[in-house]
């Protein structure tokens, strides 16, 4: 209760919040470090007994923050071509991630290393975040290659996808036809906002 | 006082990197727009016997085998029908996405027929914003039956039937899709003076999605009145479609006998009252002949 009467000491504690509260602003205010990626591409291969399905997009867009170190990757559903025939791709948007619904599948959260963004080379970093596809969101570390090369961000990741893990379900009538896991890829190239 | 601050400070953080992180996907949803057409209204390019506002994909064969039964009031003696069988075999192919041509052979008089289906208008959403499509369908029917009367002069003209017809329609939602058919049916002879050559109708047709993989369709063709002798019908068709991959199976009950426009718009006799129904199917099967680029 004294403390409050103490001029001296409030005066003190004020500064002190000010030039917190300034820092804190300051850092809110100061634009953070951006790397952008516009046309990150996205390949997935189901490898069956009976078929072989492979599809890609080039239409990923992805942003890391580099002081904070957090990012978010987003490609659209329907930007995926490629598959065995025009009706697979309808029915892979139609009935399998059903893309009306869910438009993008999307992956973001926080690397977990500390990577001088400004050293060119390759590192290896883990990527822990969210990875919603069809609606469902599972907390995933993703092995990432990350290389910086002058002000260019390039990032690569190779991962699987469990079907079940994101209610997709696989009718018994096409059972052999689809991979119950799906091997994706991810290249894109970053550059500062 | 003492522990005000430092607590707000600690919320402002937590708050401004919770903002952040959510920040960075929502950057990322200021996505430019891109056209977005609507897919899949009916499961396959027929709702029953009407050609529905699909078409096949540029370098896929669609193969359809279609049969109608005799109609449930003959009764067991028959098998309710199941004894007799009047078919169609075709063959569909997707010139371009918009573009379908198609072959078939009826049994219903011995007909072959030939269509072409050009889809001018894509339901789509997104950068540019299309509530309807629309396709023009156009086919020729060549009816191969002996001449009744071979003594007299025959022309081979007299076998030809066209049909042309607009199809407009809209996907309204996920599991309602609805199309209208405005349809002429010209037919270079007729048996009496009384029919008339040209026969104009509306088509309506619906289809109603269940599950994934099941819907239900049902199609009405309204004659306008005046254009056919008592005795034939305007035609009602109901059934579902079962998707299997690349299979659809389309199980059906409807009082037409032909698969065909000229049969099924203008030679419909059966009554869905005494039990005039055929039940039938069209199994379609599809065939990737030009695989989609893959670069």
Same mark, same amino acid.
């Given at each position: 209760m004294n403390s409050i009467f103490d001029m001296e000491n409030t005066t003190e504690k004020i500064k002190r919040g000010i030039t917190a509260l300034l820092l804190l602003l300051i850092t809110a205010v100061l634009p953070a470090q951006h790397y952008l990626a516009e046309e990150g591409k996205v390949y997935f291969k189901s490898d069956a007994p009976l078929e072989l399905i492979e599809a890609r997009s080039t239409a990923m867009r992805a942003i890391i923050d580099a002081d904070k170190r957090t990012f978010a990757f987003s490609v659209p559903i329907s930007s995926f071509e490629g598959f065995n025939s025009p009706l697979q791709r309808v029915h892979f948007n139609e009935n399998y991630l059903e893309s009306d619904r869910y438009p993008a599948a999307t992956f973001s959260g926080k690397i977990i290393e500390k990577v001088n963004?400004?050293?060119p080379g390759t590192y290896t970093v883990r990527a822990k975040g969210k990875l919603t596809v069809h609606g469902i969101e599972q907390e995933r570390i993703i092995k990432s290659e990350l290389t910086v090369s002058g002000a260019a961000l390039t990032v690569r990741a190779a991962f699987t996808v469990l079907l079940d893990e994101h209610d997709i379900t696989i009718p018994k009538i096409v059972y052999q036809k689809i991979a119950e896991e799906i091997e994706v890829e991810v290249e894109a190239v970053f550059t500062p906002e | 006082m003492k522990y005000l601050l430092p607590i707000l400070i600690t919320a402002l953080f937590t708050m401004g990197s919770q903002a952040q992180e959510d920040d960075l996907l929502s950057l990322l949803g200021e996505e430019e727009e891109t056209v977005e057409y609507v897919n899949a209204?009916?499961?396959? #390019?027929?709702v029953i016997n009407l050609h529905s506002l699909e078409s096949t994909s540029a370098g896929v064969l669609d193969i359809k085998i279609s049969h109608r039964f005799g109609t449930l009031n003959r009764g067991a003696y028959e098998l309710f029908g199941l004894d007799n069988a009047t078919i169609r075999i075709g063959g569909d192919y997707g010139i371009t996405d918009q573009l379908t041509i198609g072959l078939g052979r009826s049994s219903f008089q011995k007909t072959y027929d030939g269509f072409v289906k050009y889809k001018f208008l894509r339901q789509s959403t997104g950068a540019k914003k299309m509530p309807l499509t629309a396709a023009f369908f156009a086919s020729t029917a060549l009816q191969t039956m002996k001449?009744? #009367?071979?003594d007299r002069e025959n022309y081979f003209s007299s076998r030809l039937y066209y049909t042309f017809q607009m199809i407009v329609g809209r996907k309204f939602s996920e599991s309602f899709s609805l199309q209208l058919s405005p349809t002429v049916v010209h037919r270079n002879?007729?048996?009496?003076?009384?029919?008339? #050559?040209d026969v104009f109708a509306l088509a309506a047709a619906g289809r109603i999605k269940i599950t994934k993989r099941l819907a239900l369709n049902a199609e009405y063709i309204y004659v306008l009145p005046?254009?056919?002798?008592?005795g034939f019908r305007n035609s009602l068709s109901v059934g579902f479609d079962i998707e299997t991959g690349g299979h659809v199976f389309q199980l059906h009950f409807t009082n037409s006998t032909s698969m065909i426009a000229p049969g099924f718009v203008a030679q419909t006799v059966e009554n869905w009252g005494d039990g005039g129904i055929h039940f039938g199917f069209n199994v379609s099967r599809v065939f990737t002949v030009v695989k989609p680029k893959f670069d």
């Open positions: 963004f400004t050293a | 209204a009916f499961k396959t #390019n027929r001449w009744q #009367n071979p002879l007729v048996k009496t003076s009384a029919e008339s #050559n005046d254009q056919l002798l008592p």
